[in-house]
């Protein structure tokens, strides 16, 4: 049981890890400010630790890992270009990230109750993923 929950959060982490470092990909070209630009290239920095950290982690329970959903990384793309081809502004960023951001904490926060017998390694990442999620949420109400 531990082993299953174990592996069921790191791949939950894995997939919302990518579905993240994509977003922040699609929107750094975007950014005007200098100060948001950091904040999300400091975020940026920090979930790409948290993949290594992830997929050391899996790798040590010989799993490769899960990709985001689709249909969920195909919304968020014509989400995140639609909007920015009506308004392509530092406001409409904080926007789409605090959304992102928000969804993230909820889903993570959702697999940490679900798969309580994860062990706790694991458990620590999520945190310190939804620690650094709900960090960045705050530091993008600046911009809104």
């Known amino acids: 049981m531990i082993e299953n929950d174990t592996i069921r959060l790191l791949r939950e982490c894995d997939a919302g890890i990518k579905m993240g470092l994509s977003s922040f990909d699609e929107?750094?070209?975007h950014i005007s400010s200098d100060r948001l630009k950091g904040?999300?290239?400091r975020c940026r920095n920090q979930h790409n630790?948290?993949?290594?950290?992830t997929e050391k982690l899996?790798?040590?329970y010989s799993d490769s890992g899960k990709e985001p959903n689709p249909i969920a990384k195909g919304m968020s793309w014509l989400k995140t270009n639609v909007m920015?081809?009506?308004n392509e502004s530092d406001a409409v960023i904080a926007d789409l990230m605090t959304d992102g951001c928000n969804m993230g904490v909820k889903s993570l926060s959702r697999y940490l109750n679900e798969y309580?017998?994860?062990d706790e390694k694991s458990k620590e990442l999520a945190k310190k993923i939804i620690e650094s999620e709900s960090a960045l949420a705050g530091?993008?109400?600046a911009f809104l």
């Open 27 to 29: 929107v750094m070209k």
């Open 39 to 41: 904040c999300v290239s």
């Open 49 to 53: 630790d948290f993949a290594e950290q």
């Open 58 to 60: 899996l790798s040590s």
């Open 84 to 86: 920015l081809s009506v």
């Open 116 to 118: 309580k017998a994860a």
């Open 139 to 141: 530091e993008l109400r």
